[in-house]
């Protein structure tokens, strides 16, 4: 008969034991694990009528690091383009969001680094004497001096996850302040691309301006003429010297207009306003279709409102490092060295100490300092979690408040268009009656004035409306795909790739046309 062998129970060493409790203890982590706030931000636009829809619906995940692309491309502005890739080098604001963010990534470290042992050392010699009790003798045998060399490690275990909550809340107001760098170029690249279309439609009004005032001087040398051989009278050439003039004031108005944006564009770029000069073009922008998208992915492409959910993260991180507080700490220390009182034999077994062992440490009594500590975390998260939503909301209300302003102002153009042609047509016949003998200059003069408010009128809804584009893209969040993006056609004959002329180019175009001079 085979009788079994008894079992043997191999002990195990005690720091075996000791390494798989800590681990058992650190596999704990108090306070709540973050969930992203809830936020119902619909399934379409209200305003997005005509645009292209896109179906489907998916949740929203944070993207602030995503590339956004170059949006201000679609423009077609060789010069604008030039800027902008100057303005991501040179602009101040934006190193300076740069630098934050190396800051807070300083900051991550310094938290992960509470996950590692800290090791020190020191050395130190010291003479001390103590007196012998009697004050008629006096000599050094109560004098000795002292040697040492000393090594220590310290480590606090993260029994209830301190260390770990307060990494996970140190990256995510990282991940916050790399959202803000990327809000903060967004909005220089906005603020650049808005200045250069306002700068941009001045130009093309002085440009109507000065061209009108060329007319004018042609219709005041014909009323003097006329005025010569007894046809005009006095009052007739006197109204032609006055519209001739006041023009001419309107044009000169426009420098310090122009000047001002100058000196913005060259702060923006980094540059000192005298060293940096804009040399007037021909108008020549485009409004761009923007694909609006769905609003689940502003929360996606914005990155204020990714900042703001990071910050919600950081936040409920908090909470778990206040509550760790409650409980004792777990420290692991190990202290080592030599000391002698003579240094030759300082290295010497007989010199030699060494400690070892954990201590446990727990605040019993603080008069609700902990307890208001959480209630504090509690609170941080409460504001930082509504102030995701708010950014989320306004947001929302951004993108719909430029979509109808895009939908309307493209139908004020539409009227606005009629209204130039009828201005011009008015213009001519007024024209033809006044040399016809049939109505005195200043009728001529008060339809010229509408047919220029009518030019003006175009140039600056024009300009508006690129500003307003300008909004809606950052208001979604920066660029899109740009194969959305209609592609170029054939246009003026075989082999030659144009791209599509839109409505509103044609509209900028006649505008851009001065009124009819007098007498031709």
């Known amino acids: 008969m085979i009788r079994p062998k008894p079992l043997v129970f191999t002990r195990l060493p005690r720091s075996a034991i000791t390494l798989a409790l800590c681990a058992l203890l650190g596999a704990c ?64 604001t934006i190193a300076q969001a740069e630098a934050n963010y190396r800051q807070a990534l300083g900051l991550v470290r310094a938290a992960r680094a509470g996950f590692y042992p800290t090791v020190g050392a020191s050395a130190g010699a010291s003479r001390a004497g103590v007196g012998n009790g009697s004050s008629s003798s006096t000599n050094g045998s109560n004098v000795s001096n002292q040697y040492s060399v000393t090594g220590s490690v310290s480590w606090e275990v993260d029994v209830w996850g301190r260390v770990r909550r307060s990494t996970e809340s140190s990256e995510a107001s990282a991940a916050a302040s790399l959202a803000d760098l990327g809000a903060t170029r967004l909005s220089a690249q906005a603020a650049l691309v808005q200045t ?146 003579q240094f030759a034999d300082l290295l010497t077994a007989p010199a030699r100490f060494w400690s070892l062992g954990p201590a446990l440490a727990l605040t019993i009594f603080d008069g609700g300092a902990r307890a208001a500590q959480v209630e504090q975390a509690r609170a941080s998260y409460d504001s930082q979690a509504a102030a995701y939503r708010q950014a989320a909301l306004v947001g929302l209300r951004e993108v719909e408040d430029y979509l109808i302003q895009l939908r309307v102002m493209e139908q004020e153009q539409i009227v606005q268009r009629r209204a130039l042609e009828s201005a011009r047509e008015s213009l001519r016949l007024i024209q033809n009656q006044y040399q016809a003998g049939l109505v005195d200059y200043l009728s001529v003069a008060v339809v010229d004035a509408t047919a220029l408010n009518s030019e003006r009128n175009a140039l600056s809804l024009l300009g508006t409306r690129l500003v307003a584009s300008v909004n ?49």
Do not use: C
């Open 472 to 520: 809606l893209i950052v208001a979604l969040g920066g660029g899109w795909e740009v194969a959305s993006q209609e592609a170029p056609v054939t246009q003026g004959g075989e082999g030659t790739q144009q791209p599509p002329v839109s409505q509103e180019t044609q509209e900028s175009r006649v505008s851009q046309q001065p009124p009819v001079p007098q007498g031709s």
């Open 29 to 92: 982590a108090v306070g709540p694990d973050y969930q992203r706030p809830e936020l119902d931000v619909g399934a379409s636009y209200k305003e997005a009528l005509g645009q292209q829809q896109v179906e489907g619906w998916k949740p929203a995940q944070p993207r602030d690091e995503a590339d956004r692309g170059k949006w201000w491309l679609v423009y077609g502005d060789d010069t604008l383009n030039t800027l902008v890739e100057r303005l991501d080098t040179s602009n101040q």
């Open 196 to 341: 250069y279309f306002q700068l941009r439609v001045l130009d093309e009004q002085k440009r109507l301006l000065d061209a009108t005032v060329a007319a004018y001087e042609r219709s005041l040398k014909l009323t003097q003429n006329r005025y010569e051989v007894g046809v005009a009278g006095q009052a007739d050439v006197a109204v032609a010297r006055t519209q001739v003039e006041s023009t001419r004031a309107q044009s000169i108005d426009l420098d310090w207009q122009r000047g001002q944006y100058e000196h913005a564009i060259a702060v923006l770029m980094g540059q000192a306003p005298s060293q940096f000069g804009l040399a007037p073009a021909v108008f020549t922008l485009q409004l761009p279709r923007i694909p609006v998208g769905l609003p689940s992915e502003l929360l996606e492409r914005r990155p204020d409102i990714a900042a703001a959910e990071r910050r919600a993260a950081a936040a409920n991180a908090q909470i778990g490092v206040a509550q760790a507080a409650w409980f004792p700490s777990l420290i692991l220390s190990a202290d080592g060295g030599f000391r002698n009182g």
